[in-house]
């Protein structure tokens, strides 16, 4: 029975005890961690947090089942399994231990095969209950991103099909056949569009995977700012493009097309009127790297922290009051890491956002 080096906190008082069953553990190659009491193991969890603890009940100052109350009353750490350590005479104290929360328990003494059987399934399934928590979690962003990304050209197709009705636009017009081909065009971005997301869907679900390969940076972000231009043009913003045809990096064409939709998304809503977005590029022998750059709203140091070390979804009203959903970033934090890039930002509030994505020239052997 191997282990994958997941981490076990064994709390007793008596250290004979604590020594005998972490040897067991260790022969499994578990990584292990020891507290003599219930206030050295709540230290130990804030500091370095187990994937399991093996909790004895009887312990001085603070027993067994105070420290496990503790633990489930803790947002971070109340999911990680809690199994305690008995003596055959205080089975009493079981059915308390699981009221507070414990998911097994072992009668001291125990046998050598019962422990390792008992914590290697409750590893297992601790590990089959965050996967279905970080599923439901991808679930709830992806319909989010999806109603977010489809509705910017779902409702410029809509206003245009309504004028039509509302004969504010002639079909008699010198112009209308432009604008009938505008609404294709839009229309059929907003398939292309659709399509992209559905099968990020299934990326993230694990169903397919990434795809990387030598290829040009330019059509991608020209596709990107003639899906967002109606956003653009609505607000008088400028989208300065200055990528040479022949860029070319190593990428997943799918992931890398959200990342600079979302960025450009983005440059566009924190940018006021009449503002300024340039999207330029640069190179050297290992590395593309793409920059956009904006004149707009910029971005707080404490928003900037909580998307990017605390990992906090995080949304701000665009300058003309567009809302999202917060997941933007998040998606391009993602995206550019599976494509072994890398992600910079400069930012200054009042004075605009410069976001650099840096590709791979090749592929990391």
């Not at 604590?18 to 969890?45: F, M, R």
């Not at 290697?120 to 590990?127: C, G, Q, Y």
Request: aromatic share 4%; glycine share 6%.
């Amino acid at each position: 029975m191997k282990s994958s080096g997941k981490h076990i906190l064994i709390v007793d008082d008596n250290l004979k005890n604590l020594q005998v069953t972490a040897k067991l553990l260790k022969e499994k190659n578990y990584l292990i961690s020891l507290a003599q009491s219930g206030k050295s193991a709540l230290l130990q969890l804030q500091q370095y947090p187990p994937d399991l603890i093996l909790l004895d009940i009887m312990m001085p100052e603070m027993d067994g089942l105070e420290v496990c109350r503790k633990i489930k009353g803790d947002e971070k750490h109340k999911e990680i399994p809690v199994i305690f350590l008995t003596a055959k005479n205080e089975t009493i104290d079981v059915v308390e231990g699981f009221n507070v929360g414990g998911v097994d328990y072992i009668s001291k003494p125990f046998k050598r095969e019962e422990l390792l059987i008992r914590v290697k399934n409750h590893l297992e399934l601790a590990n089959s209950k965050k996967k279905i928590i970080e599923m439901n979690k991808t679930r709830d962003k992806l319909y989010s991103i999806i109603a977010h990304d489809i509705r910017s050209p779902l409702s410029n197709i809509s206003m245009v099909i309504q004028a039509i009705s509302d004969k504010i636009i002639s079909t008699d017009s010198e112009d209308f056949t432009e604008i009938i081909n505008g609404l294709s065009d839009s229309t059929q971005h907003t398939l292309t569009l659709l399509g992209n997301l559905l099968k990020w869907t299934e990326l993230q679900s694990d169903s397919i995977t990434l795809s990387p390969t030598t290829l040009s940076v330019y059509p991608i972000i020209v596709d990107c700012v003639n899906l967002l231009k109606a956003n653009a043009e609505s607000k008088d913003i400028i989208i300065n493009l200055n990528i040479q045809e022949s860029t070319s990096a190593y990428f997943d064409e799918l992931s890398i097309h959200t990342v600079f939709r979302n960025l450009l998304a983005n440059a566009i809503k924190f940018t006021s009127s009449n503002g300024e977005i340039n999207i330029s590029s640069t190179e050297n022998t290992e590395f593309v790297r793409i920059s956009v750059k904006d004149n707009g709203t910029g971005i707080k140091e404490d928003v900037l922290e909580k998307i990017f070390k605390k990992h906090e979804p995080h949304t701000t009203p665009g300058t003309n009051k567009e809302q999202g959903t917060g997941l933007g970033l998040f998606v391009v934090k993602d995206f550019i890491a599976k494509n072994n890039g890398i992600l910079h930002i400069k930012s200054k509030l009042g004075e605009g956002t410069e976001i650099i994505v840096s590709l791979p020239i090749e592929e990391n052997k």
